[in-house]
Structures are given as C-alpha cells and as structure tokens.
C-alpha cells in the first residue's frame, strides 16, 4: 500500500471514531463529512487523458500503457467518442447516450448517433491506481467534438501524442495550451513513429523539440509502437526486452510512472492540509 492509501486507511478509522463518539452532534456531522469526502478523493483512481491529432499514434500508445491491444478489437477506437478505460471484475463495454441512458456494446455492436462516450471495464490491474480516457483526434471537422472538452472528464493529467514526422506542429501548441491548466501542469509530450526517422532525423528532432516545447512539458517520451508491439505477448507479457527497450516503450512506462508519482504526492499532500484544517475546526469546536 503506497502513502496515499495508508493515509486514506488511517483517515477512515479517525472518521468512524469521531462518527462514533460525536453521536448526534451536528457540529461535527460537518467534519465527518468533510473526512469522508477527502478519503474518497484519496482512494480515487487517477485519471490519464491521451490526446492529440488525427492518426497521431494514441489508440496504438494507449494499449501500449495497458500492455494489451485493447481498443481495435473492441472497435471502440472509430467511434469518434471519448473512450474511458478502467477497472472492472468482469470485461464490459457500455455506450453512454446523450440523454443520460447507458447501452451495452459488443463486438459487431454498430453505435448510435446519441453516443456521447464509451466506458471500458477491465480485469486489469493497474487501471485500479490509473484510468484512462483516449479522445478522438482534435481538429478533425469530421468529429463535431469541442476540443476544450476535457474538464468534464476528470482529468488529472494528459499525454500528448505527436507524429514524429511534423512533430510539434502550431496547431498542435495551440490546441495544447487549450487545454484544463491542469490537464497541462505534468505534461507529457509522446512523440510517435520514430521509426519513420534515420538516425540524424530523431536526433535533430529531439534537439528542436528541447527547444520549443520544453517549457510545455513535464517529460518526453519517443516511441516506435510497431517495434513495441511485437516485444510483448498476448497477454501483455514483454517477451523481448531488447526491443521493448529500444523502442521506447519502457521509457514511456518510466515517465508514466513519475508522472503518476508526482500526481499522488501532490494530491496527498493537499488532503493532509485539508485534513489538518478539519482537526483544528474540530478541536475548537469540541472546546466551545
């Protein structure tokens, strides 16, 4: 159990003691509120989007992170819909409409015109600690889908994937800067396709990309997806280091993995402050 969950542990035992003790006291029945409140947001997956333009490489880095070809072969990635990833007991992929109605999908499902966004359940582990929302390409006039759309999500933090060929376009920065502020603070600038590049290209790619959208960006990540495809299984199991290394997928996973990190620092160190606010109120109101 990492920080967060330890604190959110020991925060759920204080809450039912206070709870307990405070009985019919509506001067605390606020705080036990408020306590069980930030538990939630402690015990809360974290939520990771992936954007960027049209055929940009994100359905391909998504399964990538997930460590299984999950998105084609349950042909959500044409719907043009934001797409949420996350934990289930049971796999399912459920349409949400635009009148508030849910509609199971399967495989030769054919999505109706009122769908809004697809949820994907699955018995993945690490989608417990991290969800993710793959969205439809941006500036793309077939898709009719703001592009500033990404407060409504829950977004924590986004990967922005470019092709390495035009990597960093201005359409791109400006979509970019777009974008929630803090879907922006622990960026991540994934370029895609390196394979595409010689040796002298990737390297003057890097170099410019140090330049102009450094100040942007948390990390990089350079990815060659096909050459990461074949290095692992099925079953999501890397069965050739070598190639998994060279093609950036572990240094993908490693900057994911700071990043998420950062993201649970930050939010525990923002439930403890409100937590130690909570205790004073509470102390003060128990001396009055």
Known sequence: MNASGRFASELGNLRRELAATAGASSALAATVRAMRRAEAALRR??????????????????NLLLGVAVLPTLQVANTRVPT?????????????????????LTVNS???????????????PPLQACEIVDFPGFFDPLLGYDD?????HGIDAAVW?????????????SA???????????????ITNMDRLKEDQAA?????????????FKDFAFLSAMEAQVAFNGDGIVTDWEAWQRSGAAGLHQVVGRLLHDLRHDRLRKVQAITSRMTANALQRLST
């Open 45 to 62: 997956p974290l939520r990771l989007a992936v954007v960027g333009e049209s055929n940009s490489g994100k359905s391909t880095l998504t």
């Open 84 to 104: 949420l990833i996350r934990y289930g007991e049971t796999p399912s992929t459920i349409g949400m409409l635009n009148d508030g109605g849910m509609l199971p």
């Open 110 to 124: 054919h999505p109706p015109s009122t769908l809004v966004s697809v949820q994907v359940e699955l018995p993945i």
């Open 148 to 152: 500033l759309d990404l407060a409504g």
């Open 161 to 173: 994937c470019t092709f390495s060929t035009q990597a960093w376009k201005e359409s791109e920065r």
């Open 176 to 190: 970019w800067h777009r974008l929630p502020s803090s879907a922006r603070k622990h960026g991540i600038l994934a």
């Open 204 to 216: 003057k790619v890097a170099a410019r990309l140090e330049k102009v959208a450094r100040p942007d």
